[in-house]
């Protein structure tokens, strides 16, 4: 089965110019997931979607950040324009249905990620 | 608010020692617990969870055990080996939430031959 698909895998723009990243889920997952990796520190999620619906975009900065989920599948995130703050590792996850119970967990399968450098 | 610690990196050992990486929480309500780890040039990977109190996660050797009590989720591994030598995370994920993950720092073992 193949696994989370991301590209590109590193990415070098200079400051305010726009970037984008791809995400192709494992098929049949209904739940994907963007999350920043800063050097240093955990992941954090970015927004959420379930098919092609936004569940949590509460932590994405949206007056520079975009993401959209068209017809469910792929993803596309896009940072425009970009600063040197932003510079980290993307990572695309995916996960087969919404967890929504104390038990109810659907592990996430993460991609490689997207390795961003805001010059 | 909702928050992972774990303890400061890097960690490193010689083949064969015992390991532990030491996790803390914060949380509202009754979490799920899991470790993550991220091999070099690979993406994350579950390595186990627990998602009630005084439960045991276990997978490849590692154990974790969900302590309610001390609010605490610490891994460990009898005899690590070179091949374990990655950034292991500790990350939570709130019961009735929509699964987003809570990540703590990571941790970079590094286990010499």
């Known amino acids: 089965e193949a696994g989370v698909a991301q590209s590109p895998r590193y990415k070098i723009i200079e400051k305010r110019q726009s970037v984008a990243f791809w995400c192709n889920p494992i098929?049949?997952?209904?739940?994907l997931y963007w999350y920043q990796q800063i050097l240093g520190q955990g992941p954090k999620l970015l927004i959420q979607?379930?098919?092609?619906?936004?569940?949590?975009d509460s932590q994405l900065p949206k007056d520079r950040f975009s993401a959209e989920r068209l017809k469910g599948v792929d993803s596309t995130l896009k940072i425009q324009p970009a600063k040197l703050e932003d510079s980290a590792v993307y990572l695309c996850?995916?996960?087969?249905?919404?967890?929504?119970?104390?038990?109810?967990?659907?592990?996430?399968?993460f991609g490689p990620g997207t390795r961003l450098t805001v010059l | 608010g909702n928050s992972v610690t774990q303890m400061e990196g890097p960690v490193t050992l010689s083949e064969e020692a015992f390991l532990t990486i030491n996790c803390t929480y914060t949380?509202?309500?009754?979490?799920?617990l899991f470790w993550y780890v991220q091999y070099p040039g690979e993406g994350l990977q579950l390595l186990l969870k627990?998602?009630?109190?005084?439960d045991k996660g276990s997978n490849k050797g590692f154990e974790a055990t969900y302590r309610k009590e001390t609010t605490s989720f610490h891994l460990e591994k009898g005899s690590v080996q070179v091949s374990d030598s990655a950034v292991y995370f500790c990350?939570?994920?709130?019961?009735?939430?929509?699964?987003?993950?809570?990540f703590g720092q990571g941790t970079t073992l590094q286990v010499k031959p």
């Open positions: 979607f379930q098919n092609n619906g936004v569940v949590d």
């Open positions: 996850a995916s996960s087969l249905v919404l967890a929504g119970g104390h038990r109810d967990f659907n592990e996430q399968f």
């Open positions: 949380a509202t309500g009754y979490p799920s």
């Open positions: 627990a998602t009630k109190a005084d």
């Open positions: 990350a939570l994920s709130l019961s009735g939430n929509t699964g987003k993950l809570i």
């Open positions: 098929s049949g997952h209904a739940t």
